[in-house]
């Protein structure tokens, strides 16, 4: 039976994401085939449109599009952090030889620059390569649901940062109780008992608010922490959307 290749999969043979893809099933530009459960391709009928489209015995493969290639300098990042630990452990030992007079500083030059291309790279695989891949994500779900998790991260960051503010409030007034209370027990009168009173009823009303709070605080932090790891899930999902499923 021929092999049939799911959106991902034909999308990745292509060197184009799927959303691109869809957009030329959508237009009736590429051979696919329609079944009960979902859109197919056949490899043959891709090699053909391609060498429709491109001319001769082309093998179905596409050039490398900015997307693909920032996700294989993610994909290597393993690799460049390894070889910056083992030229940083190589660099020590030059290092060592140069202050016992074996060797010049300028031996340290060629190590040196290495280091500086790749922990620039790594930073740039950090930040530049990682927020394009997320930025150039086609697939409309994960983006709405990056979108969704970001406004649950945000209010519930806003709430928590609310309720540390009247947690600080509160001990506060546990505080400015408790030395109200002191100072009145030192010098009690007769006229102060009922002051007294009532100022430990508030200092046991300010305690089960800052353990209600508390509690409030930690529950707060758990569902934001629940978020992040959602974001982080969907993060790679976003910045490898539309590679075949390996």
């Not at 060629?110 to 790749?118: A, G, N, Y």
């Amino acid at each position: 039976m021929t092999d049939l290749l799911n959106i991902k999969e034909a999308a990745f043979k292509l060197g184009m994401t799927s959303a691109e893809l869809k957009k030329l099933v959508r237009e009736n530009k590429v051979p696919f085939v329609e079944l009960p459960n979902g859109i197919r391709f056949v490899m043959n009928d891709l090699q053909n449109w391609i060498n429709s489209k491109k001319g001769g015995d082309m093998p179905a493969t596409a050039e490398k599009t900015e997307r693909q290639r920032l996700q294989e300098y993610l994909r290597k990042r393993p690799e460049y952090l390894a070889e910056i630990q083992r030229l940083t452990k190589k660099q020590a030992e030059i290092q060592a030889q140069v202050n016992n007079g074996e060797l010049t500083i300028r031996a340290l030059c060629p190590i040196e620059t290495k280091l500086d291309h790749l922990r620039g790279l790594l930073n740039r695989i950090d930040n530049t390569y990682r927020n394009a891949l997320l930025n150039s994500c086609e697939n409309e779900d994960l983006n709405d649901e990056w979108f969704e998790f970001t406004q649950q991260f945000q209010t519930i960051t806003r709430e928590r940062e609310k309720e540390l503010s009247r947690l600080e409030e509160t001990e506060n007034s546990i505080r400015q109780s408790r030395e109200q209370l002191e100072n009145l027990t030192k010098n009690a009168l007769a006229s102060d008992k009922k002051f007294i009173e009532d100022t430990r009823s508030w200092l046991r009303r300010y305690e089960k608010t800052k353990a209600s709070q508390k509690k409030r605080i930690d529950e707060l932090a758990e569902q934001i922490e629940t978020i992040q790891a959602e974001k982080a899930r969907i993060r790679e999902l976003m910045i490898f959307d539309g590679e075949a499923a390996e």
